[in-house]
């Protein structure tokens, strides 16, 4: 029960210095917040800027590993690899998520040479490698087929884990994907091999600079509303989430971010799991954007929004900021 009111209470009090204000916060950002989202291309030396992700480009393998030894100096837990692979390696089944040397693999393996202590989460879904842009396998209708994609899914995710990915991130949105992938994981004896599920992922218009950084953008025909969710809809997030928590998941995903905010804090409310938040490339490209017109202070929009995630309930961030943000944070 709150008795006193105004003036005995004012809320301003506590906000009158800077050193109560950080005594007072409820909620803190700091480095090992941050999953930081990178791509990966072919060659040596080689660093390709992305044209509607200004300020953030494809690494070769080499120079990524640079990269990783930049994220863990700066305090950064864990990377994403996306690889952007060459088109003549594309085909209708995205047979090359199955290869052992794919780049992909090669990136794993050496980062994990270079760095061993860096976290590398992998995305599972197959349009960095299908011809048509789409996450799974099609049929002669062109819709993704749910069953007979899994099984690739299955012998992708293995094919990541056996190269040293430690969290395994399903971002195909079929239906039974994480129990089926988690079976595979324990009998092949990869059991302390997580798996993050991107359990509440959207059919969204934020991921347009993603697909240009894959390299799936102008393959793509259609949309993915077949499998991604209806951003209209909420009550089937939390469906989504018991059911990747039931089969299996460490933590689950919820994609994209903040406009996505209230679906964060359901599921956290809802389920006592580890939450996090997939800030995507739309949205990065949206602060860029507005930073760029004069329309706010670069550092202050990027650390109020991550902190967002924060507060809204998120253990964690997948951002494009990750390295920006992380030595603000360290300075
Ligand atoms: C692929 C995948 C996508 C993203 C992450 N994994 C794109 C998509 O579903 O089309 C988007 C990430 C971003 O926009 O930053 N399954």
Not at 48 to 72: F, H, K, N, T, Y
Not at 185 to 210: T, W
Not at 232 to 248: K, P, Q, T, Y
Not at 282 to 309: I, K, S
Request: hydrophobic share 45%; net charge negative.
């Amino acid at each position: 029960m709150i008795n006193a009111s105004y003036p005995a209470l004012r809320l301003r009090r506590t906000r009158a210095s800077a050193w109560s204000r950080a005594m007072h916060a409820e909620t803190r950002l700091s480095p090992s917040d941050f999953i930081w989202p990178l791509f990966v291309t072919e060659g040596q030396g080689v660093e390709e800027p992305i044209r509607s992700l200004p300020g953030v480009s494809r690494w070769s393998v080499d120079l990524m590993v640079e990269r990783a030894r930049e994220a863990q100096a700066a305090g950064i837990p864990c990377l994403a690899l996306f690889p952007n692979t060459q088109p003549d390696r594309r085909s209708d089944d995205g047979a090359e998520a199955l290869n052992p040397d794919n780049l992909m693999c090669r990136a794993i393996r050496a980062i994990k040479d270079a760095v061993p202590d860096i976290g590398i989460l992998t995305d599972v879904a197959l349009d960095p490698y299908t011809a048509h842009g789409q996450d799974g396998l099609l049929d002669e209708a062109g819709y993704v087929v749910n069953d007979a994609t899994i099984d690739v899914l299955i012998g992708q995710s293995l094919n990541q884990a056996a190269a040293g990915a430690d969290i395994i991130a399903p971002s195909d949105m079929m239906d039974g994907r994480v129990g089926a992938i988690r079976e595979a994981l324990e009998e092949e004896g990869h059991a302390n091999v997580q798996i993050m599920a991107y359990a509440a992922k959207y059919a969204s218009a934020f991921y347009g600079p993603f697909r240009d950084a894959v390299g799936s953008g102008g393959l793509l025909k259609g949309n993915k509303k077949t499998y991604q969710m209806d951003p209209a809809n909420s009550e089937e997030a939390l469906r989504e989430v018991a059911l990747d928590i039931a089969e299996g998941a460490d933590s689950v995903m919820v994609k994209p971010g903040l406009p996505y905010l209230d679906i964060v804090a359901r599921v956290k409310h809802a389920f006592a799991v580890p939450v996090f938040a997939y800030q995507v490339s739309g949205e990065y490209a949206m602060l860029e954007a507005a930073a760029a017109v004069g329309a706010g202070d670069r550092d202050a929009l990027v650390l109020e929004t991550l902190m967002a995630f924060k507060r809204a309930g998120c253990s964690g961030v997948l951002t494009y900021h990750a390295l920006h943000a992380a030595r603000l944070l360290g300075a």
